[in-house]
């Protein structure tokens, strides 16, 4: 299998940055994606960037793709209490259906 | 309208026993998913299905199951529950296939299943 690779836990205080990180070993990766969870909810797509592309911003999401390093990253501006979650990477691969997940950073926001 | 739904949402139940995760979209999405996430948070596939290829990851035990009655639903039939079955198990669906780019994946909520 595919083996991406996140840190297990991130604190930040409310109104920081975060920056949530993610390597990747398959350099034949088609899209890479964030997803969001909850606690007791399910998995919500937060944004995707094209492997041939190096930054997407959405509003407060700044996406950045080093894919020389295979590295990819999350920045959430003027973090809110709402964000704390766990954030996935995934990767889609060419010709493959499924993603390939990260092992998923637990994102703490501290009051 | 709930996108893609699962039921039921949690599932406790005795070792050795089968039971049955059911699972529905209404996107008219070509391929559905099954995804196991354990204790840790590890998220990992199970199957990818179309209405033309069921893909298994080789990891699968063959104790799991897909079966779909049409193209909205994929319901995940364990057999012989063992205790390390236990996790939340996620339905996901999306419009592509194999060799598409774009493979966004709508999730379900999760079905939490505990093999005592």
């Known amino acids: 299998g595919e083996d991406v690779e996140q840190s297990l836990f991130l604190s930040v205080r409310e109104g920081d940055s975060s920056v949530i990180n993610c390597t990747y070993t398959?350099?034949?990766?088609?899209?890479l994606y964030w997803y969001k969870q909850e606690p007791g909810a399910g998995l919500q797509l937060l944004t995707y960037?094209?492997?041939?592309?190096d930054m997407k911003q959405d509003q407060r999401l700044t996406v950045l793709l080093n894919k020389k390093d295979k590295h990819l990253s999350l920045r959430i501006a003027d973090t809110q209490t709402g964000d704390s979650a766990i954030y996935f990477c995934?990767?889609?691969?060419?010709?493959?259906?499924?993603?390939?997940f990260g092992t998923g950073t637990r994102l703490t926001v501290i009051p | 309208d709930t996108a893609v739904s699962q039921t039921p949402k949690y599932l406790v139940t005795q070792m050795g026993n089968d039971k049955s995760i059911k699972c529905e979209q209404n996107?008219?999405?070509?391929?559905m998913y099954w995804y196991k996430q354990d204790s840790k948070k590890f998220l990992k596939i199970m199957f990818s299905y179309n209405n033309k290829e069921l893909i298994i990851n080789e990891t699968v035990p063959n104790r799991f199951s897909p079966k779909s009655p049409d193209k909205a639903h994929l319901n995940l039939h364990i057999n012989s529950l063992e205790l390390g079955d236990s996790a939340v198990y996620f339905c996901?669906?999306?419009?592509?296939?194999?060799?598409?780019?774009?493979?966004?994946?709508?999730f379900g909520p999760g079905t939490r299943l505990t093999v005592l």
């Open positions: 398959d350099s034949s990766s088609t899209y």
């Open positions: 996901a669906s999306s419009q592509s296939t194999s060799g598409s780019l774009n493979n966004e994946q709508f």
């Open positions: 960037i094209f492997s041939n592309m």
């Open positions: 995934a990767e889609s691969l060419t010709g493959a259906n499924n993603l390939f």
């Open positions: 996107l008219g999405h070509d391929t």
